[in-house]
């Protein structure tokens, strides 16, 4: 059978299809005797549950003056990708769920159009609760939480980061780089270099600049691409 239908049959079912229907020359028997995952063995929700109440004991990522509390990352543990915002907006401190808003439906949207789920991937930010007026975190700010980003990213041990916007991959690389520029470029992960960093723009980006849409749905389905050949 073609190794890379095996590839991307492997890469779907690591992001969730517990179910495959093949239709062609081989059967579906055939299918399930080349392909063998092993069954997880670390339980990865429990861990990164024990990490968000660390971070909520020891308070040494910051929390805004007016923030009702952390947002903590959600999503698929043992996703191949994890993407990784700026920081909470209001309505994501409201519900206490990273990218609810208008930015995180239109990221929803992109999601579904190239066959991916919200539900099938992970999602956080570099800090875990809302700056005031959604201004961007100082270096200082992010540096206090970037210890459990950095954990998170260890728990789930992604193929590929995709950093949303240039202040994520700032807080991942510990570069300011523009996105403009470097969209679209493939970065080491510096903390494990068998995982690579993907810029792209932040949804809110596009939605402020229409045009950008085009290039940030081609970037989505360069991700899907990437996830089935990493």
């Known amino acids: 059978m073609d190794t890379r239908f095996i590839s991307t049959l492997k890469a779907l079912m690591e992001i969730g299809f517990s179910e495959l229907y093949v239709i062609g020359s081989s059967t579906t028997e055939e299918v399930s005797q080349e392909i063998t995952l ?7 929700r429990k861990m990164l549950e024990e990490l968000y109440r660390k971070l909520e004991e020891e308070r040494k990522c910051v929390l805004y003056e007016g923030a009702s ?7 698929n543990p043992y996703s191949p990708v994890v993407f990784v915002g700026e920081a909470p907006g209001e309505e994501e401190d409201q519900q206490k769920r990273p990218f ?4 995180g439906r239109y990221l929803n949207q992109k999601l579904e159009e190239v066959g991916l789920k919200r539900e ?3 999602i ?5 609760s809302r700056p005031p007026g959604n201004r961007k975190p100082s270096a200082k700010e992010m540096q206090s939480c970037l210890p459990y980003l950095r954990k998170e990213i260890d728990i789930i041990k992604p193929k590929l980061i995709v950093c949303l916007g240039s202040t994520a991959l700032e807080g991942i690389l510990g570069k300011n780089l523009p996105v403009t520029k470097y969209r679209g470029q493939l970065f080491d992960y510096p903390y ?9 723009y932040h949804p809110a980006y596009v939605l402020r600049n229409p045009y950008s849409d085009k290039e ?15």
Request: no cysteine; aromatic share 10%.
């Open 216 to 230: 940030f749905t081609e970037d989505m389905r360069r991700i899907v691409n990437l996830l089935s050949s990493l």
């Open 69 to 75: 509390g952390y947002v903590f990352g959600e999503g």
């Open 100 to 103: 609810v808003g208008r930015a």
């Open 38 to 44: 092993e069954k997880p063995t670390l339980d990865k």
């Open 120 to 122: 099938e991937v992970y």
């Open 192 to 200: 494990d270099r068998s995982i690579k960093v993907f810029l792209t």
């Open 124 to 128: 956080t930010n570099v800090v875990k």
